[in-house]
């Protein structure tokens, strides 16, 4: 991938003031990435830019409202100005309702307002990041979107509209993919396990579909994946899936923080197969 940062590889984060945005953006600046992020917490966004210098990679901030399609928009293109090129999009903004991890609530208990977070946060938002990302990939010939999904798109995890969301997305990457697998631009979806945020760690909650909270992987994980991920010479010949966090980590000989290795989450589903792959060109 070319780019204009000292390691020449430049990344967009949404959503990455905390949590696996968080978690992304510093397991990348481990790999030397320049990671801007985007949210709505200028302070937890510095946050986040600190923790990235601390582990060797350049960062900057961005305050971005993501349900404002102009704003996102804006944000893409300001970050491919300010570093001469954007190598990777990782679409994870995120803004759900608040959830009882112990008891998933049902459709008709939840409020309808769910779908304009999980909807129009969840889905819509990454779609604009990526309508914005498309055409300057484009140019340059070369670039990697990577959205953010969840084992939900096959598991019954939080909400029906939670499920809804997921798979969704999971559609966008693989026809995306397609469109854009003849340009140079690859197209994915990743699958975290169950994973261990300040959200999930404040519930209480000991274990989830069967996992155990304390078996979960470390948003941290997932950037050093993606790393590893992108600097892979095959990449777009997965360009189209849904590839899950655990199953990479153990093809890239990745570890998590404490030098341990994380469990596929195909279990929670029943395994059987995910999105993709594209069929042949």
């Known amino acids: 991938m070319s780019g204009a940062s000292g390691t020449g590889r430049v990344a967009l ?41 601390a582990a060797g990679g350049q960062g900057r901030a961005w305050r971005c409202e993501h349900t404002d399609d102009g704003a996102v928009a804006a944000l893409v293109r300001g970050v491919a100005a300010a570093s001469g090129s954007l190598d990777l999009l990782v679409n994870n903004a995120w803004a759900g309702p608040r959830m009882d991890h112990a008891r998933p609530a049902r459709l008709w208990e939840r409020p309808l307002s769910d779908w304009d977070s999980l909807i129009g946060i969840g889905l819509r938002a990454h779609f604009v990041a990526l309508h914005a990302a498309a055409p300057l990939m484009i140019e340059q010939g070369s670039g990697l979107v990577v959205n953010i999904s969840s084992v939900g798109a096959r598991a019954y995890l939080h909400s029906t509209l939670y499920g809804m969301s997921k798979a969704a997305l999971d559609k966008m990457t693989l026809d995306a993919a397609l469109e854009l697998r003849p340009l140079g631009v690859s197209v994915l979806s990743l699958w975290p396990g169950l994973v261990r945020t300040e959200q999930l760690l404040a ?79």
């Open 13 to 53: 984060v949404t959503g990455g003031s905390k949590g696996v945005g968080q978690g992304i953006a510093v397991g990348l600046a481990e790999a030397g990435w320049t990671v801007h992020v985007s949210g709505r917490d200028e302070a937890r966004l510095a946050g986040t830019v600190a923790r990235v210098h």
């Open 203 to 281: 519930s209480g909650v000991q274990d989830i579909a069967g996992v155990a909270v304390s078996d979960a992987e470390t948003p941290e994980l997932q950037g050093r994946v993606l790393a590893a991920l992108a600097a892979d010479p095959d990449l777009h010949a997965r360009t189209g899936q849904a590839v899950i966090t655990a199953e990479l980590a153990q093809e890239y000989a990745v570890a998590e923080p404490d030098g341990g290795r994380p469990v596929s989450p195909r279990g929670m589903f029943g395994g059987g197969p995910v999105f993709g792959p594209l069929p042949p060109a």
